[in-house]
């Protein structure tokens, strides 16, 4: 058995006072007699300090809206409502709910639990189409003495032969690619904002730490710069350095022009991996960068647009390892695929990842070709459940981007994209604090994965993969079963 | 029948949708309002100066506007006026709708059904909130003849058989009965409420999987007890003193994940009931250890039945996609019940991840197995119970429609003692409302009587619904909606 991967969490406060869910109003009508700070559990109601006989102004972000302070005040006179602050977070993709959990997770490192039943929608876009399923009898993955068993979230990087061919004596004959184990299925994707180089420097170090990559623009300053240190070309520290020599670096440089490029042979070797953007002819740098380092491994980064399964295939048969395939931040893909409705009629819309990963996935496997070549999708990954979903569309591994920035406690207020200050000062961030903040975040993602690999009975995230048949989809479920049980339905129609 | 008596919230304050709220710069307190309110939302004592807070929870809303009492219209100084309050905004989420949630506090305030969508519908956008019945016209005709009878003597029987196969046949009044919500997750007193509602009833509680305390004995014939995965306080001594025995291999909020009782709630009462070590996390193991096939599942079954063989059993399970096979396997085991826990349901502590995204909710579930069951030429010998999102009684009937003989409730019982679904059950002291509590201070709050008589009284509103709708089916029985997809409708996309 290989060693445990663990990663340790240690509780890391937020520096801002948190965006609590509820704001409460104390009324004029107060009489102070203290009863909401007997009733309340959360330490949101208390006496001021300075003048023991009024009562504070309520701690908001405290409240976890049980109501027993606005029904057991005798006055009636507080009242509770959501929060302004709060509903006004992020978007309509990056929703308050979303942010806020990754919050508690970068500050406790815990997998959320909570009590009551689901509250959400039945059923939703995108991954809000699809559950994961379970295995109710057989297939135990846990012990009751000693606690969980090994689960392994290990996943490969490159490509993996089919055979490996022996000569008569017994020598490998195959030339087998270069691979990267990679601890769990998520890697650090480039930052659609919030570029400051204590940004960069927490990533670079929670990748270090979780033994995860980092993928940054090679043409960045921080890349050119503090990077270089962090490469290894530089020493830092006695210590770090020869470490960081030692092929411990966890930084993928991404090439945004790569026919444009000269290449550097350092960085090529210091590096285990290289992203190249995808253009027509990007197949001729491949070979350029294999001939620099055979050793080194060549993703491309891929939109998922137009024809993306015949540019992945292409590029497989033409010898690439790993495709980065990528959507926009909130998982919608750039293309329009044509679409066949209940009633036969086809249409173009734009889909999302979910769909679009299935798409790329089937394709490879018609064409037999789907072990030579890594899927790495990126786009729209906010919480834990998207990485083992979009591991069951196909995808090997994910890349994430915006959860990063909300591990150091980023608001998705977009304010710095118009040249506002940042309200919680990003250029500022503590890189050793930030770096603990994502460990905690990443470390809670991963153990929910565990969760949902351990309720199918997998007992590794490779087997995860493309296993659409352990999930259940909801257009699939609908039609299964309720066109059986509104078969003798005369009408569908709502108004009868 | 069970006495129905009022028994108004336990708050000063009940949140209510109309707020009469009172600008206090501008009231006198000349006590006007008080004199014309007919309701008493509006109070006067002598020898105070001021009025005493509007009791808005009693006040008719907008239709007062019209009335020659309406005190907006009265006041001297133009301080009141009616809004919608903002508790009634805040509270409330997709699946349980402040509606839902307001609507089952009224029910069980007064044990009369409420009518309208609003209090039969959640938010959802899918699963029973899509689906609707498909009554005919007004009110309901017969096929047979038969409901004119029952109509005429009001003998619609809502009483459901729990053992279809041999040996002792037990029934149930209401075609429900308590899910397993253990000592631990909530307190003594919400347990004692719910089995006292059971007996009163003629139908069952469960126990969960902490243990059967002590308190509990008198209510024996109406207790189910639970053996799940963690044995918690499973005993020779509890399996025989009940008429039916759960086994538990999932819970639908944590589908293939085992109970969770975070260290904070156990506390020494609680670990001596399961005979743990108070303050540390009891997470029951998933699946059970000693159970890796039908064979491995008949056996302990069969060692119920040697330690008490007259129980019935249930096998309590979730939705994964084989969740027919599974039931099926049940039945050869020898279990009497087939307990569907579909992937919305209720809990006191379970990670979100497992509440949204494990295994198929309950409406898909139903008729998998219903169907199943019948292809094998088996549904005549089990008794399907639905549980997981049961919210109303609408949605019971709908799972008996979808192919269930009766369904299991859990949140709906904690939502009339009180519950806001504010999630906060899991760890620190539990609920705040004292409900999901076994803290010392906290589980004070809910007097067994009073909780007792909501509960009662939720079972009259939801037996009272029930039986109007038979009536507009033209049934005489709940029996005989059984899986009548016939009677259902799925409503259009955004209907």
Known sequence: MPKKYNVEVVPTPPRYIPIGKFEIERGEDCINCGRCAIVCIYEVHKRQDEDLRCMAEPVEYRCKG???????????????????DYSRLGDSYWTPEIISTNWYQAETGKIPVSGAGYRGPFSGEGFDSMWTDMSEIVRPTRDGIHGREYISTVVE?????????????????????????????????????????????????AASYLDTFMIVDADGAWFKGEGRKERGGERREKGEGRKARGGKSHLIPYISQPTLHSFDVDLIKACKMVELKYEEDVLSVVNEVKTLNPGSIISVRVPFGDNVEEI?????????????????????????????NASQQTFRKSLL???????????????KIRDDVTLIVSGGIAMAEHVAKVIICGADLTAIDLPLLFALECRYCKDCQEDLACPVELKDVNPEWG????????????????????????????????????????EDIEKDTFDKVFAMEVSYDAND | MPTIKKAPSRFPNEICEIEVQRDISKCINCGTCAKVCPFGVHERKTGYNRVSKTLSYLCIGTSCEDKPFYCVNHCPRGALSLGVSSEYRTIGDYRWTRDLIIGTWKQAETGIPLKGQRYEIGNSGGGFDRISFNFQDGEGRGENGAEDMAHKSGAISTEIDLNKREGKKI???????????????????????????????GTFTCTGEGGYPEALKEYDDNVITQVATGLFGVMEDTIQRVKIVEFKYAQGAKPGLGGHLLGDKVTVEVARMREAISGSSLFSPFPFHSVYSVEDHKKHLDWIKELNPD????????????????????????????????????TGAAPDIAKKNIAMPIEYAIPKVHEFLKQEGLRDTMTIIASGGIRTAHDALKAIALGADGVVIGTVELVALGCVRCGNCESGRGCPRGIASTDPELSKAIDLEWGAQRLINLYAAWRGEIVDVLKRFGMKSIEELVGRYDCLCYLDEGA
């Open chain 1, 66 to 84: 049980c109501f027993s302070c606005v029904q057991e005040c005798p006055r009636a006179t507080l009242t509770i409502r959501e929060g302004t």
């Open chain 1, 157 to 205: 990087i490159g490509r993996k032969l089919p055979a490996i061919k022996f000569d008569s004596q017994g020598e490998i004959v195959s030339h087998i690619p270069p691979t990267l184990n990679v601890p769990l299925p998520i890697i650090f994707d480039t930052l659609p904002f919030g570029r400051f180089e204590n940004v960069y420097g927490a990533i670079a170090k």
């Open chain 1, 312 to 340: 992945v295939e292409e590029l497989t048969y033409g010898g690439i390892e790993v495709i980065h395939l990528y959507a926009d931040l909130n998982g919608q893909t750039f293309g329009k695929s044509l679409i066949k």
């Open chain 1, 353 to 367: 990842i979910n769909d679009m990963t299935q798409n790329v996935h089937r394709h490879l496997v018609d064409f």
């Open chain 1, 435 to 474: 770096a603990q903040r994502i460990i905690n975040l990443i470390g809670a993602w991963r153990n929910q994965l565990i969760e949902i690999l351990g309720a199918m009975g997998l007992r590794e995230v490779r087997r995860l993969r493309g296993e659409m048949g352990r999930a259940i989809f909801l």
């Open chain 2, 171 to 201: 029934s149930i009044k209401v075609p429900f009965y308590g899910g397993g919500m253990s000592f631990g997750s909530i307190s003594l007193s919400v347990m004692l409420a719910k089995a006292k509602a059971a007996r009163a009833w």
């Open chain 2, 311 to 346: 129980a019935i059993i249930s096998v309590k399970v979730s939705t994964p996609t084989d969740v027919d096979m599974v039931a099926v396997g049940s039945y050869y085991a020898g279990a009497n019940i087939i307990h569907l826990d579909g992937s919305y349901g209720g």
